[in-house]
């Protein structure tokens, strides 16, 4: 069973910078598209970043220029750099694979989701 870590989240001063990390834990032949989400309670979960086939294909305006999102496809894993923090994006960030997974065929994985909290 594939699962998707995610690690990175915490507490940080508006202004600052946290980075996020995912992994998936186990074999993933080909990953179509890896991207982040966050979630208010309460409210739907956002898209913020998505990239396929190492293109950036969406990107918030929420965040745009102060977020970035990368990927490392040897690990099978997929980064959020977040700059210039700010109290709006309290919230819990989710990591998502569209990715075949070798004996299961292609699937929809959801990390379980990690807490970014920014102090005013």
């Known amino acids: 069973q594939v699962q998707l870590v995610e690690s990175g989240g915490g507490l940080v001063q508006a202004g600052g910078s946290l980075r996020l990390s995912c992994a998936a834990s186990?074999?993933?032949?080909?990953?179509?598209?890896m991207g982040w989400y966050r979630q208010v309670p309460g409210k739907q979960r956002d898209l913020l970043a998505v990239?396929?086939?190492?293109?950036?294909?969406n990107i918030a305006d929420s965040v745009k220029g102060r977020f970035t999102i990368s990927t490392n496809n040897v690990r099978n894993a997929v980064n959020l750099e977040m700059n210039s923090l700010q109290s709006e994006d309290t919230a819990v960030y989710y990591c998502?694979?569209?990715?075949?997974?070798?004996?299961?065929?292609?699937?929809?994985?959801w990390g379980q989701g990690i807490q970014v909290t920014v102090s005013s």
């Open positions: 990239i396929k086939s190492g293109v950036i294909t």
């Open positions: 998502h694979f569209d990715a075949y997974i070798p004996g299961v065929g292609r699937r929809d994985i």
């Open positions: 186990g074999r993933i032949t080909l990953a179509y598209e």
